[in-house]
């Protein structure tokens, strides 16, 4: 499978909400990363205040299904970008 096909896939499963809270959480932290930015950051660019972003990635809550969709839809744009992070924040 060549490149780009992988990242549609990838892109595809990404805008697919996951079951566990655990795996949202990981996701929500990795975008902040690659996107070098902090909750407050991440919560305006997909419309909820910055305590609903510590909500999720501490695994107490779901975000809402219109929240996810605008959350996809950033990480598949940062995903197109490959961004390289050091490896100590993996």
């Not at 096909?5 to 929500?28: G, L, N």
């Not at 407050?40 to 990635?57: F, H, K, T």
Request: with cysteine; net charge positive; charged share 30%.
């Amino acid at each position: 499978m060549n490149a780009a096909k992988s990242i549609v896939c990838e892109m595809q499963s990404a805008s697919m909400k996951p079951d566990d809270k655990t795996e949202v959480s990981r996701r929500f932290k990795a975008l902040r990363r690659r996107a070098f930015l902090n909750q407050r950051g991440l919560a305006e660019l997909i419309g909820i205040c910055r305590q609903a972003v510590s909500e999720i990635e501490n695994k107490r809550t779901f975000p809402h299904y219109a929240t996810w969709d605008r959350f996809s839809a950033l990480e598949a744009k940062h995903m197109l970008r490959r961004i390289r992070l050091p490896v100590h924040w993996e």
